[in-house]
């Protein structure tokens, strides 16, 4: 195969490894916060794209932006809302539901999907039809050979790798991220120590949210459309990536995501057929190695008390 | 205190009571038909086109004061799905006070459901479904058709395409039964034609990323993309086309000839090329009036490619009923016979398999509107299309 | 514990009750199962409300009133009886609504959702497994029967089995994951294989793609029952035999499941459901008994699954997505984990209140997940808790206000 449409796929594979990392490290950080799956996290996605949609046609509509002022008020838009619907549900559903078992929790969270999700298709005007999304990244190309790129894919994969580690580091040096590993590590303890459990756990759902809407803003911009199903797959293939690369750490999601970007890459250039199967052998792929390694490439260190 | 079970039969029989005593009284009688098509989700535009111009007609219908009964359109959506279409023309033929249908816009749901009809006796007039085999693959007597199929609107695209000089053809379609027809009526007249098709590439309707196939496509270089596909998936193709650097023509049939295509897919969609079984309204001799009388019920959508094809279904079905009665059977046998009737689209004449026959013709998205081909700007040499 | 009852009258109720408790258990059941014909059947939305309060009333009364939890009781103790009259209730609601397609068919569908969610049942509320595939393991077994229905041969009794059979076979594929994992890793698992299955059901071609695929219908005895009109000098629906068909294969999967949870499988996978250390220093092979719950439930979903596609005629792919999975869920969810009756109760809430209620027809997922929440939130053990095991009803000494 030519290595400029080579090297054009595995572009293609490492900047929807980067939109899967951002969803993954979302659900890390719930369940190592809370030892929770929030399935509504897909759909935050969703949300996140809508809102930034929504804005940019309010502000363009009051008053004529240039493109970056527009893109800037749309992923504040985006985050700001995301990162609210995520600490609404983890306040009024979550924290109530913490005690219940795993699968009453798993159902409300799915379904509190559900109601984001209708509530877009039904909120939005003609929320049922695909949006368009204005393209306000500059446009242009880069081509060398038969190799060409937008100049939007570079900065949004640069943007998202940016905010991953923006993430990484504010976990790990900031005092906010300190009081977050202190949570996931044993709430009770860190209770006793000082930390405010329930604004911290607050405070990481709308973290984690506010990361997937922003990547829902960066679909948008991407494929230049949004609908109110998109987020229905990502979620599971978020989820699918967190626990493959292990749930509680940082760096597993992010490997997992690749892992699974890299995968249906991996299926589409090298069937020669149709490019569908690429999610089929994923899955399975995701199957095959959660039966290997039950908990996560990265294992979750657990332990049960008897 | 009244214990539980004295509470229940209260309420029951006051249920029971109400059921009886609130029989409607009926004056004129009012005769149901039913609508179906896609009402929501990526292919609304023309599905909400279709339905507004059948119940414009139902509206002019009852408004006539001829008219010796009074009707009521049924509205369901099958959302271009082959299951929920299948359980609305279950719900839609099982109910015996739905006389006939105005039926589907998407081709999978319309072979989907033929076997339901059938079942049940429904008759029924299709409004927008291009697929040959609904009408020509079986042998029931209910199903019936007015607009045209993608024989003609494929072999036509044949012959165009290559006449402006294209030769070397890529084709996307998706794994629906539209998708495959496509395929196949398109390549079967394009060999005669002279055209060439350098690879095909099948994929589902609901796929979303196109940057594979667009890729591969890009090291084939071909002179057009030809999507057998509808709305949805030519607005996808359209916009990532640009992104991934593929410079070819883009054409397809009725599927993406739409209000959604122009909107979904921007500025990109200057100069694609569609082909469809209708005339622009302007060529009707009645489609001013149409048009003022659309204009005037105010609805919120345009009647799209095939409102006018609903509108004529419409009328159609209600003429029958008007003559023979509100009865199944006999409004199913009026229909069959269906030779030289004015509608709106022109003469109906239906042959042997229930279906009318029509022409196409070519057009092309210019300045946010599809125009009729020859009266374009590209006809008449003022644009140019790709790679001209 | 007793408490002394508070007023007379109350009392002198309660024991004629329980002199006629055979006569109670049948009016409750006839009582409850003509509300709900009559709720399918009804076509103005006034009479549906109207009904759906009524129903609401009497689930109130049956939780708060004494006489309410007593009357339940003495179904539970006679339930033999209760069930067999609720059977044989139920095959005539549908002989009187013989010749109504729609009635018909909701009636089916109900009755075959709510077998599926018994196989859920035994994997989640008996063995703690959680299946979030159960629309894919229904969907195989349509899409068996399709395939075998084309063969003239087979009886079709036997592509039920085997649709059972194959089902529970290609659930071996998850039973290793699913084995060793644990709460949402076994979610992740089940999630990630109906999406593969959907995903190549739609993307291959041999099973007929997205269109699906269309079924042959149910023949037992050379009788095609989609094609039976009539029955004697009556007109029926062909949808009459498939009702009575889904009611008897509900009956068939619920004495199943009944008497799996009273005998001692049923004990050993609570066991294993509640603690699984504990279960395996007693001695029970958790493996086993997971793999056993998981298999039998997904064979009694394929069988439902199987029946389901060749009342319709059909199958596609979509009625595999993770959506439907979620919808089989919540009806275990919302009519009481591991209750049966349960199961028929949510199924019929359902599937057929959005159908009568036109009104709400656009927003029917949207009230629908409100509902599953408010649920989970208000009521997590669902409309119809799952009835602990009491054996202290079964000698005589009866205690008040238990």
């Known amino acids: ?306 | 205190m009244f214990t539980k079970r004295q509470v229940l039969f209260l309420l029951s029989s006051a249920v029971l009571f109400g059921d009886w005593v609130a029989s409607p009284a009926t004056a004129k009688d009012t005769v149901k038909i039913a609508f179906i098509g896609p009402l929501s989700g990526g292919n609304s535009a023309p599905g909400l086109g279709g339905r507004n111009s059948a119940a414009l007609a139902v509206q002019q219908r009852n408004a006539n004061a001829n008219a010796k009964y009074s009707y009521e359109l049924v509205t369901y959506d099958d959302e271009c799905k082959p299951n929920v279409g299948i359980q609305v023309a279950t719900k839609a033929a099982s109910d015996s006070s739905i006389i006939a249908g105005v039926t589907h816009y998407c081709s999978a749901v319309g072979i989907a459901t033929v076997d339901t009809y059938a079942r049940f006796g429904l008759p029924v007039v299709v409004w927008g479904a291009i697929l040959p085999e609904i009408t020509y693959g079986n042998d029931y007597k209910e199903i019936h058709r007015v607009n045209g199929t993608m024989i003609n609107e494929g072999k036509l695209a044949a012959e165009f395409l290559t006449k402006q000089g294209y030769t070397k053809f890529v084709m996307i379609h998706d794994t629906t039964d539209y998708g495959k027809g496509q395929f196949k009526y398109f390549s079967e007249y394009l060999k005669p034609a002279g055209g060439e098709i350098l690879a095909t590439f099948p994929v589902g309707p609901d796929q979303q990323d196109f940057t594979a196939e667009l890729t591969k496509i890009k090291e084939l270089k071909p002179d057009v993309i030809m999507v057998g596909g509808l709305t949805p998936l030519g607005v996808r193709l359209r916009s990532q086309m640009d992104r991934v650097g593929v410079q070819a023509q883009f054409a397809g049939v009725s599927g993406i000839m739409t209000a959604g295509y122009i909107e979904g897919a921007g500025a990109a969609v200057e100069g694609t090329i569609s082909f469809h079984n209708g005339a622009p309204l302007s060529k009707y001799a009645e489609g001013q009036a149409f048009m003022d009388a659309y204009t005037k019920a105010g609805f919120r959508e345009d009647p799209d490619a095939y409102g006018p094809f609903a509108y004529s279904a419409a009328n159609l079905i209600m003429d029958a009923i008007e003559k023979v009665g509100p009865d199944r059977k006999k409004v199913k046998t009026e229909l069959n016979g269906t030779k030289g009737y004015k509608a709106l689209v022109g003469e109906i004449n239906f042959d042997d398999h229930r279906q009318n026959i029509m022409s196409a013709n070519v057009y092309v998205a210019q300045s946010g509107k599809w125009v009729y081909w020859p009266e374009s700007d590209y006809a008449a040499g003022k644009k140019k299309l790709a790679k001209d | ?402």
Request: glycine residues 12%; proline residues 4%.
């Open chain 3, 1 to 402: 514990m007793s408490s002394f009852p508070t007023s007379a009258p109350s009392l002198s109720f309660m024991m004629r009750l329980q002199r006629f408790p055979r006569a109670v258990a049948a009016i409750t059941v006839l009582v409850l199962l003509g509300g709900g014909a009559l709720l399918i059947h009804s076509d103005s939305q006034v009479k549906v409300l109207g009904m759906l309060a009524a129903f609401l009333l009497v689930f109130a009364l049956a939780d708060r009133s004494a006489a309410g939890r007593e009357i339940a009781a003495i179904c539970g103790d006679y339930s033999r009886f209760s069930n067999a009259l609720a059977m044989i209730a139920a095959v005539a609601i549908a002989i009187i609504f013989s010749g109504e397609h729609y009635t018909l068919l909701m009636l089916s569908t109900v009755a075959l959702f709510a077998t599926a969610c018994i196989g859920l049942n035994i994997q989640l509320a008996f063995a703690g497994i959680v299946n979030f595939a159960g629309a894919a393991f229904f969907v195989i077994g349509s899409y068996t029967a399709g395939v075998l229905t084309s063969f003239p041969g087979l009886p079709t009794i036997a592509i039920l089995a085997i649709g059972g059979l194959v089902t529970g076979a290609l659930g071996l594929v998850l039973l290793l994951p699913v084995l060793r994992t644990r709460g949402h890793y076994a979610a992740l698992v089940t999630m990630a294989f109906g999406l593969l299955l959907r995903t190549f059901l739609e993307v291959n071609d041999t099973l007929g793609g997205p269109q699906g695929m269309k079924i042959k219908g149910f023949s037992i005895f050379g009788i095609d029952f989609s094609r039976t009109n009539s029955i004697g000098p009556w007109d029926v629906s062909f949808y009459f035999p498939y009702a009575i068909l889904s009611i008897v294969l509900f009956a068939l999967a619920f004495t199943f499941a009944s008497r799996l949870e009273s005998s001692w499988i049923g004990v050993a996978l609570d066991a294993v459901r509640s603690d699984e250390t504990a279960a395996s220093v007693f001695g029970l092979s958790i493996v086993r008994w997971k793999a056993v719950a998981f298999l039998l439930g997904n064979a009694i979903i394929g069988v439902a699954g199987a029946v389901y596609g060749m009342m319709n005629g059909f199958v596609t792919p979509n009625g595999a997505g993770l959506g439907e999975s979620l919808l089989l869920l919540s009806i275990v969810v919302l009519g009481g984990l591991g209750n049966m009756w349960g199961a028929i109760v949510a199924a019929g809430i359902i599937i057929v209140l959005p159908e009568k209620l036109q009104a709400i027809q656009e927003y029917r997922l949207l009230i629908f997940a409100m509902l599953v929440l408010c649920i989970l939130l208000f009521r997590p053990l669902g409309i119809l808790p799952r009835p602990i095991r009491d054996f202290s009803r079964i000698s005589d000494g009866r205690e008040e206000g238990l």
């Open chain 1, 1 to 306: 195969m030519d290595l400029g449409i080579l090297a054009q796929q595995v572009f293609n594979g490492v900047m929807l490894g980067v939109i899967y990392a951002m969803i993954a490290v979302g659900f890390s950080l719930f369940f190592g916060v809370l030892d929770v799956i929030k399935f509504s996290h897909g759909d935050v996605v969703t949300v996140g794209a809508f809102s930034s949609l929504g804005a940019v046609g309010i502000a363009g509509g009051l008053v004529a932006l240039p493109p970056l002022l527009a893109l800037g008020a749309g992923i504040a838009a985006a985050v700001a809302i995301g990162g609210l619907v995520g600490s609404l549900i983890g306040r009024f559903l979550i924290l109530p539901l913490r005690q219940a078992p795993a699968v009453n929790l798993l159902l409300a969270t799915l379904m509190a999907g559900t109601v984001l999700r209708e509530a877009i298709r039904l909120g939005v005007p003609n929320g049922g039809n695909p949006k368009p999304f204005p393209a306000l990244l500059p446009a242009g190309s880069i081509r060398i050979g038969s190799f060409s790129v937008g100049y939007d894919s570079i900065i949004i994969l640069c943007a998202g790798l940016a905010l991953v580690l923006a993430t990484h580091l504010l976990i790990s040096r900031s005092r906010m991220g300190l009081a977050i590993r202190a949570v996931a590590q044993d709430g009770e303890v860190a209770r006793l120590a000082g930390v405010d459990f329930q604004r911290v756990v607050l405070g990481t759902f709308a973290l984690g949210s506010a990361l997937a809407a922003f990547a829902g803003c960066m679909l948008g911009l991407y494929y230049r459309e949004i609908n109110f199903n998109m987020g229905v797959l990502l979620g599971v293939i978020g989820f699918a990536s967190a626990v493959v690369g292990g749930l509680g750490s940082l760096l597993g999601p992010i490997i997992g995501g690749f892992l699974f970007a890299g995968v249906q890459t991996l299926v589409v250039v090298v069937l020669p057929f149709s490019s569908a199967y690429k999610d089929v052998i994923a899955f399975a792929a995701v199957i095959v190695l959660i039966g290997l390694f039950p908990t996560g490439l990265i294992a979750e260190r657990q332990s049960e008390r008897v």
